[in-house]
């Protein structure tokens, strides 16, 4: 059974950092790009960041660049999302996700496997 258990959600205020985290189970992890994709309320799903099997290459939304970074652990099949420098906009579900598919995945519709989320919510 695969599962992609994402964590590191929680509350937060403009300008902090956070290091989301996906542990995943059931599929061979180095044979699949993996992906961040987020989903705020009333809102359609939208990538945020993708990275390629061997961790050589990697590609960011332009609303994150240069303040999100994707990274892997082939050893440990665990994926990441370091955050700084929040803004309200990115107030999300945040949900990782494996494809078998190459190339620079952006859509979710190429992704075949999900996690259930972990929300980012800032505080009043």
């Known amino acids: 059974q695969v599962q992609l258990v994402e964590s590191g959600g929680g509350l937060v205020q403009p300008g902090d950092s956070l290091r989301l985290s996906c542990a995943v189970s059931g599929l061979s992890f180095s044979d699949h790009r993996m992906g961040w994709f987020r989903q705020a309320p009333g809102k359609e799903r939208e990538f945020v960041a993708t990275i390629s099997r061997g961790a050589t290459s990697w590609y960011y939304a332009d609303s994150v660049k240069g303040r999100f970074t994707i990274s892997r652990d082939n050893a440990k099949n665990t994926l990441s999302l370091q955050v700084h420098s929040l803004k309200l906009e990115d107030a999300a579900i945040y949900y990782c996700?494996?494809?078998?598919?190459?190339?620079?995945?952006?859509?979710?519709?190429?992704?075949?496997?999900w996690g259930q989320g972990t929300r980012v919510t800032f505080s009043p």
């Open positions: 996700a494996a494809t078998s598919q190459y190339g620079h995945k952006t859509s979710p519709t190429d992704y075949e496997y």
